[in-house]
């Protein structure tokens, strides 16, 4: 979360929650989705679940798939990724987001994810380096400094004072980064959520994730909108 700047949204919800239980994994639902069991031992009761997941874990996790939610799920691919994080001098000025038109460049773009409310005195700044799909499944298995260079020499190559500046690096390998989708995605999972939804009654499970509606932050959102107000309207006292 640091990483990626994402500590200070995921705090601001949890915030809001009288119940939080973190870092315990999930073995499985239980076919009603009243309760999940624990890898670890033991289960928790619950009145209803929300797989917030991948596809191919709501899959593992979805209790008695039917053919149509197995057939959507299935479907739904995930692109690697890798990303390096470079700590600058924060004295060298970045634009938020930059993008790069060539198709060769093994660099899709660049964000300053440096923290706002970084501690007085910092004199670093956090960039990270967004790689091309097909760069990250050819060099994914390199040495970090294979991948670091390329992407490195991409990022300066406009100012070379740039990559002077770097203070260190670190590689992230992102496995299972957005999903991709092949034609008549959106068609299975409308069959899905329908699928879903006639089986709530008995089967009080619900699917949250971007593979619902689009690969990106934005799809995420809605995604989880959607959820929280379909199980809000369920429990809602008549």
């Known amino acids: 979360d640091k990483v990626f700047g994402l500590g200070p949204f995921f705090r601001a919800l949890t915030e809001q929650l009288d119940t939080l239980r973190t870092e315990a994994s999930v073995r499985s639902v239980r076919p009603d989705g009243r309760a999940v069991e624990l890898a670890s031992g ?63 460049s093994p660099l899709a773009g660049v964000s300053d994810i440096t923290p706002e409310n970084a501690p007085a005195g910092n004199e670093l700044r956090l960039v990270m380096l967004l790689s091309r799909p097909d760069f990250a499944r050819e060099l994914w298995h390199d040495r970090d400094v294979t991948m670091c260079n390329p992407l490195l020499n991409r990022f300066a190559s406009a100012r070379s004072e740039l990559r002077k500046s770097v203070r260190s690096l670190a590689v992230h390998r992102l496995d299972a980064e957005s999903p991709t989708y092949d034609v008549g995605h959106f068609r299975a999972i409308a069959r899905l959520t329908r699928s879903l939804d006639q089986r709530f009654q008995r089967r009080r499970v619900r699917l949250c994730g971007d593979y619902l509606i689009s690969p990106d932050l934005e799809g995420c959102a809605i995604a989880a909108t959607r959820a929280a107000e379909s199980l809000g309207q369920f429990f809602a006292p008549v």
């Open 42 to 104: 033991g289960s928790i009761e619950c009145d209803a679940v929300l797989l917030a997941v991948p596809a191919y874990a709501a899959l593992e996790l979805l209790p008695e798939p039917t053919p149509a939610e197995e057939l959507a799920l299935k479907g739904i691919r995930y692109r690697q990724r890798l990303n390096v994080v470079a700590a600058l001098k924060r004295d060298k000025p970045l634009r938020t987001v930059l993008t790069s038109p060539r198709l060769e």
